[in-house]
């Protein structure tokens, strides 16, 4: 409700996508072919990146650039065998599921690779030995600061020995350092098809999951590229262009 009095509601591309799929008989025979077909998919080098064992502030400008595209920054990891050789697709940063996390991500961020940080952010909670590797970088590197917000937020007053001793798993004294809203949003497993999947399969795919793109893997895993709601909607337009 705005101050004066008129209503407003957001339209998002999601639910654009979901008025096409109840009238998607117009759009014949564009449903039922595949994606690589149609030429909808964002190959490799026009997609976000990360290699998993690079560190996880290296990833922070490409997080940045998903943010404004409404995507996530792909996480890979070596390169596939064969002629043609690609990165296997390990899993994804979110920015959504970033932002849900509270500042103690920025301890993360400074001091995990990102394939740990995947782990950090993932919605059920960081595992505590992954809170222990953070909170022992910070004091390699003298960030004082940064040590004290984790300990603020996570209402510990430090690791002691019995801390080190305990077997890893999800931390239930370190709860906070993800929010109610992270947890219950999406895990860093990527949502992925195949380049034979139609082009109604990937849209039923997305909207399911509650994204608005599809990465797009092999046989082998090896990512292949991504499809984007943009991209759905542009070929929609172009057909209806194209009818009249």
Known sequence: MHKNSRQFCWITQEDII????????????LPSLSISDLGVINSTHAILSVDYYSSASSAVTAISSAIADNISVAVVDGECDG???RAVLIGEISPMTLACCDESAAAAVATLSAGDLMTYIDGSGPPE??????RNRLEEKGLVGLISLVDSLSGSSGSSSSDEEAPAGRAKSYGRSVSSAARMARKSVAIVCNRRSSLMAV?????AHRVSYVWVVDEDGCLVGMVTFVDILKLFREFLDDQN
């Open 18 to 29: 979901r008025f096409l799929l109840d009238s998607i008989s117009v759009f014949s025979p």
């Open 83 to 85: 002629e043609d050789p």
């Open 129 to 134: 030995s992954l809170v222990r590797v953070v």
């Open 203 to 207: 849209m039923i795919q997305a909207i």
